[in-house]
């Protein structure tokens, strides 16, 4: 089926991120402002070696390209590119707040959340279309959010914002797409890191010297930071904001799970009846894809390297 890589990036991104919580939790000790600089920071260093290095063909391929954009287009491309680095960035300082100083199980209440807010934004300001199947499928997760939110509705604003911020990057970034993916979210990193730079000195607090911090900073940078964001970028390329959308409650799935089985937080029945349902509408708005059918997908013309 054309279009499966980017179904399979989607699913791998989102799999990926569903383990955050365990390179993310042993660092509660520390101010999330503090995590959020480091983790910002080294991800601009490790990236922009990787592209000065080793990419210097894609970057002078993409600046000419840039050079040749209309300039209604290279307008886009400037203001989707910085405007999604500061979504991006009060999603992850939100997140890690959240995680660390409110729940584990109010962060994944936020990626169940955010599906459907992506989804309804992306059917509105991109025109995406859905069909009847898929109604019912976001139909069914917004039930499911409903229901956990009547159990413990103190964690639904933290999620609200959480989810918000994440579908507006997504729903942005579907936009984006002239430009080499890695480069973008370079490029997206290093904006980010100029706007924190000059708050490091009075909000960085002492530079962290225990081993585990580097440890687990160097899990995030890597695994939770440039590949699952990679992925989710060039997942872009192939299928729609809502599809990439649904594929998110793969995270709260996993993260619901560790929450339970890993930091042992207490769940209920209309918990675990609520994730449920949540499973089988990805099975519903997936179903062409899971049952083999032939439809095809077409995928927008990107400037991006092979």
Not at 136 to 144: P, T
Request: contains cysteine.
């Amino acid at each position: 089926m054309k279009g499966k890589k980017y179904y399979l990036a989607a699913f791998s991104a989102f799999f990926i991120w569903g383990f955050f919580s365990l390179a993310l939790k042993p660092l509660s000790g520390y101010p999330s402002v503090t995590i959020l600089f480091y983790r910002v920071f080294f991800s601009v260093f490790l990236m922009s070696f990787i592209n000065i290095i080793f990419r210097r063909k894609v970057l002078l391929t993409n600046w000419n390209y840039f050079k040749i954009l209309a300039p209604e287009r290279k307008k886009s491309v400037f203001f989707l590119t910085l405007g999604g680095s500061c979504i991006l960035a009060s999603n992850w300082f939100i997140f890690i707040y959240v995680v660390n100083h409110v729940s584990v199980k109010a962060g994944s209440l936020a990626y169940l959340i955010c599906p459907i807010l992506t989804t309804v934004l992306a059917f509105f300001i991109l025109k995406e279309k859905l069909s009847s199947w898929q109604w019912l499928a976001v139909s069914i997760s917004a039930f499911s959010c409903i229901l956990l939110s009547l159990h413990d509705f103190h964690d639904i604003f933290y999620s609200l914002v959480v989810a918000a911020s994440y579908a507006l990057y997504l729903v942005s970034q579907r936009k984006n797409h002239e430009l080499d993916k890695f480069l973008v979210l370079n490029i997206q990193l290093l904006f980010i890191a100029a706007i924190l730079l000059p708050f490091y000195p009075n909000y960085s607090g002492a530079i962290p010297t225990a081993g585990l911090f580097y440890i687990c900073l160097s899990c995030i940078v890597v695994f939770f930071t440039i590949i699952p964001l990679f992925l989710n970028l060039y997942a872009l390329k192939g299928i729609n904001s809502s599809s990439v959308g649904i594929l998110m409650y793969i995270n709260p799935i996993i993260n619901f799970s560790l929450a339970i089985f890993h930091f042992n937080e207490k769940v209920t029945l209309l918990q675990i009846g609520s994730y449920f349902l949540i499973l089988i509408s990805i099975i519903i708005f997936n179903k062409k894809l899971i049952f083999l059918d032939k439809t095809k997908i077409a995928s927008p013309k990107i400037a991006d390297s092979k």
